[in-house]
């Protein structure tokens, strides 16, 4: 069989589930969310000051990063979950949330004096957050696996890769409320580094439990 001919093939069995691949997804995005919700807000739950906290940039500009990292990997996971689809804008939107942690991170050298840059990016609570964000996304990531399942990804690593993001943008995003380091250097390290636990997660769970 050539390979236009499997992808045709995988797109059809794809197409004939009995609800809609497209429609799938933001059922999916929606239990997510509510699992992600239940387990923030049973374990942490938000920071004590989080509405004086909203006035400020710094905290503001933890969501602008995790959201967008969210939304971005929502758009490419569902193309690798669909053969045949275009993934080029999909891939480009990726670049938003680095792009925008990379903004955040300059302003903040800028402003910060040199001799508290190293204070700044350690924080006081990056063990809780290296353990928080990936326990609040193992739920979502686990959804996201089974809806890849439901889908045919022609390339089941790296779409399991993108779940992993796209779990770890919103279990960041709960855990970013919690959060008293509003810097964005601590955000672009640790936030990195435990997001990239689920990515690394994502993509096993490609390789063995997404792959046909």
């Known amino acids: 069989m050539r390979t236009e001919d499997l992808i045709k093939a995988l797109d059809a069995d794809a197409s004939s589930k009995a609800m809609p691949l497209r429609s799938a997804w933001w059922l999916a ?10 387990v923030f807000l049973l374990t942490i739950g ?7 906290a909203a006035h400020t940039m710094r905290f503001l500009s933890k969501f602008l990063f ?16 669909t053969p045949g689809a275009s993934t080029a804008r999909a891939v480009a939107w990726m670049a938003a949330a680095p792009l925008l942690m990379a903004v955040a991170v300059v302003l903040e050298l800028f402003m910060v004096p040199e001799a508290l840059w190293g204070t700044r990016m350690i924080g006081s609570n990056m063990m809780i957050c290296m353990a928080f964000i990936p326990l609040i996304g193992i739920g979502p990531l686990a959804i996201f696996l089974w809806m890849l399942r439901y889908g045919a990804p022609t390339r089941p690593v790296l779409a399991g ?3 992993g993001l796209l779990a770890g943008g919103l279990a960041a995003t709960f855990y970013a409320a919690h959060c008293f380091d509003d810097s964005p ?6 936030y990195t ?8 997660l994502g993509a096993l769970g490609g390789r063995f439990f997404v792959r046909w």
């Open 193 to 200: 580094i435990a997001i990239a636990v689920l990515a690394l």
């Open 161 to 163: 890769a993108v779940a």
């Open 66 to 81: 995790t959201i967008a990292l969210a939304v971005s990997a929502f758009g490419l996971i569902r193309a690798l979950s």
């Open 29 to 38: 995005a929606g239990a997510a969310i509510v699992i992600a919700a239940m």
């Open 185 to 190: 250097l601590f955000v672009a390290t640790w």
């Open 46 to 52: 938000p920071r004590p000051d989080f509405m004086a």
